[in-house]
């Protein structure tokens, strides 16, 4: 196991290089510069080569990112552009919007895909299952962004119960900063769960079919205890693979969401600073992002062997 | 089974509490919520040229020597008043008793300061060519400043009155970047980054009564079906920028909000590369003007909202003349030109636009159907904002192009042969050296005069619509601009009206 860790700590540092060569490569050979956005169509021409020259973008590409990479490993990302600001702590700043927002869509995801995806599947080919896959079904097909607007339309212009968008901050209290993410969190959340849903139903269709969960019921045992112990568990391998997965896709669902709810959070701190070609923070939140992703997978990985001890890794 | 079924209906009762009803705080009835568009890139106006940076900050928290008021007229400001004998000599009386945010009172030193640091090209400030006529700044005593310039400028108090030309106290330069401090009605407070900008109201400021709002807040908002949202939740009280005529039309339809429909400096063009064929002879130029349908073009991308345009001067500058009906739409007389220019059957030609700006892209599809008539085949492509500063403004890789120039008195750009639309008549450089040099206001006008009738003569673009100013604002409150003659938001006069 420790043998095992080790080689995926690795693996982990192998990906997040390449990570960080590649955006570095890919926002330095994009058409745009970014000392002339600053400048705009207003500046003139020397004000913004003078500026072009004072970032230090003149020089040759590999010389910047030997430089980037050796201040990134003494953990400094650099500095932003575009709100003069060092990198890590915007991002640190952003954390407290994305993280709930992420943990409470992957939530909202969980808690209402596995019951309804279990109960899709108890109720094979019968009104209640199809009544569920016509749901998710709506789920995957409505655009994240128009679900986000339809949940304003409804619970903030109709019905005035809550705000509809911004952050007031954690500051201004733990109940007015979670429901300001509550209406984002559901949107994020509702087509990853219709996803899920549909993985947890097949999951579970394929167990049932097993010959142990024929011997359980034989035996006598409850429904409940035949789906609960012996179907659940067995089926949550693939369930908890394509949760993970969709863990990332959260993150990445999060830059549309957050400009609709108009969020400070890293999705939309990563937008911004992509249209501003703002490249310390789109290098430093593209690292962070990837980091968190490559995290994700390794601690799923991990999550196999508890769920099943015949899974070994060496 | 029963039991997941039941677990199902809780959670779904669980959600339902979650969603609480809570009554919106009650609205201070001293403070605004204002939408903004874009974030800026940064607070400091000496060094960025950004109007998502103005217009939070110009004539709020900073402000010039001499101002541009609601009516385009340049007022006096920070000097109360000014005197020149020969249009070569300056002198700025300064008023009493200014005082910035951190309590010291501005002195004729710190206007010295501020624009001897503007022409040092060490510190990069965008404007640093308008005021390269100055020679000298000298300081008489604490309240007398006199400019001598190398040679008569006749835009030299427009330059002094741009957002580049703030006064601010040197011992705060290091940090307006994100905490900019100046005489202006409000304080900075706070910049929460990605979401608002807060200023409170400055109890000291100079223009007595001023300001009626305790606090403004600035928040972020870029999608427009979300200011919108916004708006009707309550959220938001004003928008300045960011919504698009459709959006205006639904909000006019109700009776909480008022909708500001006003003139601005910001022409949208249809850029033509002037030295790129075909677009070198003036024939084709002439012939893309009478072959495109500007009432079309601003019906399409604008609802009708907005003016035509038939030079580069724009509704709000003092010599405008109107030329918009000067080379009436005619796609017969365009078929002609291009004709006698060799191009019988039409030509093709790549117009590249940045939907970042959305009547750009509208705009194009207008012209191509209009253009397709006289055999011109436009083809549209999209690229983003940062390619099109890159490709297009910066290295003139293109055929066509679409563009709002907001900037006031932009009439220079024609002067510039280098310049992105590449326009290089020396006649119209000269006319403009002699529109520097003339002070006199009735000669300089002749002068604009001439200049706007050779602009459509040589057809080097074609001017389309000018930009209206789209603002939307709750019922109550006053005191807004109807037009933006000024990159600014200026909130210093705006109040909510008594509630009855």
Redesign the interface.
């Known amino acids: 196991m420790r043998r095992y860790a080790a080689r995926r700590a690795a693996a982990l540092v192998a990906t997040l290089f390449f990570v960080s060569a590649l955006v570095f490569v890919v926002v330095r050979i994009l058409p745009g510069d970014p000392a002339a956005l600053i400048m705009g169509t207003e500046g003139s021409r020397e004000a913004s080569d003078r500026l072009r020259e004072s970032m230090g973008l003149n020089r040759p590409l590999p010389v910047q990112y030997v430089e980037w990479l050796a201040r990134a490993l003494r953990g400094d990302l650099g500095r932003s552009i575009q709100y003069d600001l060092p990198v890590g702590e915007l991002i640190a700043s952003r954390l407290p919007v994305t993280l709930p927002l992420a943990l409470m869509a992957a939530a909202f995801m969980v808690v209402a895909a596995v019951p309804l995806g279990l109960y899709a599947a108890t109720r094979h080919r019968r009104a209640g299952d199809y009544a569920t896959m016509i749901l998710s079904q709506i789920g995957i097909s409505v655009p994240q962004f128009w679900a986000g607007l339809l949940l304003i339309l409804l619970f903030s212009v109709t019905l005035g119960w809550v705000r509809s968008g911004g952050f007031e901050g954690w500051s201004s209290g733990v109940g007015a900063a979670l429901r300001s993410l509550l209406l984002p969190a559901i949107a994020l959340g509702l087509f990853q769960a219709a996803v899920l849903v549909r993985a947890t139903r097949s999951a579970v269709l394929d167990v049932l079919r097993e010959d142990y969960v024929r011997t359980a019921r034989a035996k006598g045992l409850s429904e409940l205890r035949v789906v609960g112990r012996h179907t659940l568990r067995n089926a949550l391998i693939p369930i908890i693979t394509v949760a993970g997965i969709q863990l990332g896709q959260l993150l990445a669902g999060a830059i549309v969401l957050e400009s609709v709810f108009a969020l400070p959070g890293l999705g939309r701190l990563a937008l911004g600073a992509i249209t501003a070609r703002d490249l310390p923070v789109v290098q430093g939140v593209a690292l962070f992002i990837a980091s968190t992703i490559v995290v994700i997978n390794f601690a799923v990985d991990l999550v196999y062997t508890v769920l099943d001890p015949r899974i070994r890794y060496e | 089974?029963r039991?997941?079924?039941a677990?199902?209906v809780v959670?779904a009762a669980l959600?339902a509490v979650?969603?609480?009803?809570?009554a919106?705080p009650a609205q201070a009835p001293r403070a605004l919520v204002v939408q903004s568009q874009t974030?800026p890139?940064?607070l400091d106006m000496t060094a960025?040229?950004?109007t998502a940076t103005s217009g939070v900050i110009f004539y709020n928290v900073q402000e010039a020597l001499v101002k541009v008021d609601r009516h385009g007229k340049l007022v006096p400001w920070l000097a109360e008043r000014w005197h020149t004998a020969d249009n070569r000599n300056y002198t700025f009386f300064l008023k009493k008793g200014v005082r910035f945010h951190n309590g010291r009172e501005l002195k004729a030193a710190d206007v010295k300061y501020a624009f001897e640091r503007a022409l040092n090209?060490e510190t990069?400030?965008?404007?640093?060519?308008d005021y390269e006529a100055i020679g000298d700044i000298i300081v008489k005593d604490d309240y007398t400043v006199t400019f001598a310039l190398k040679s008569v400028n006749a835009s030299f108090l427009q330059n002094i009155a741009r957002a580049g030309s703030v006064i601010y106290p040197r011992e705060a330069v290091e940090t307006m970047?994100?905490h900019p401090i100046g005489t202006g009605p409000f304080r900075f407070e706070e910049w929460?980054?990605?979401?608002?900008i807060v200023l409170t109201k400055n109890p000291d400021y100079h223009v007595k009564g001023l300001p009626h709002l305790d606090r403004v807040t600035f928040?972020?908002?870029?999608?427009p079906?979300?200011v919108l949202?916004?708006l009707?939740?309550?959220?938001v009280d004003v928008s300045l920028f960011g919504l698009g005529p459709e959006h205006v039309q639904d909000v006019q339809k109700d009776a909480r909000f008022q909708v500001l429909v006003g003139d601005t400096t910001n022409d949208v063009i249809l850029a033509m590369n002037n030295s790129r064929k075909p677009y070198t002879d003036v024939r084709v130029r002439r012939a893309m003007t009478y072959g495109i349908n500007k009432s079309d073009v601003l019906k399409g991308a604008m609802f009708g909202m907005g003016k035509i345009l038939g030079t580069n001067v724009d509704p709000l500058n003092p010599y405008y003349v109107d030329m918009s009906k000067v080379m009436p739409y005619d796609p017969a007389k365009a078929k002609q030109l291009l004709a006698e220019a060799g191009y019988p059957n039409g030509f093709d030609t790549v117009l590249k636009v940045a939907p970042?700006y959305y009547y750009t892209v509208r705009s194009g599809e207008v012209i191509a159907e209009n253009l397709k008539k006289i055999g011109v085949n436009v083809k549209i492509e999209q690229i983003?904002?940062?390619?099109w500063?890159?490709?297009v403004?910066?290295e003139a890789d293109f055929d066509l192009t679409i563009?709002g120039?907001?900037?006031a008195w932009d009439i220079k750009n024609y002067a510039n042969p280098?310049y992105y639309f590449r326009y290089d008549s020396p006649k119209f450089q000269e006319l403009f050296a002699k529109s520097e040099v003339t002070v006199d206001d009735r000669a300089r006008r002749d002068v604009y005069v001439q200049m706007q009738k050779l602009m459509v003569e040589d057809a080097p673009v074609v001017w389309l619509f000018m930009h209206p100013r789209l603002a939307v604002a709750k019922k109550g409150v006053q005191g807004l601009w109807k037009d933006l003659p000024a990159s600014a938001a200026d909130l210093s006069e705006v109040a909510w009206a008594p509630a009855k």
Request: net charge positive; hydrophobic share 40%.
């Open positions: 089974m039991r997941t079924a677990l199902v959670l959600l979650a969603v609480v009803p809570v919106t974030e890139p940064g960025t040229p950004a090209p990069k400030h965008p404007y640093a060519k970047k994100s929460v980054r990605g979401d608002r928040r972020f908002i870029t999608d079906n979300a949202a916004a009707k939740a309550g959220d970042q983003e904002w940062g390619q500063l890159s490709r403004f910066r563009i120039h907001a900037e280098k």
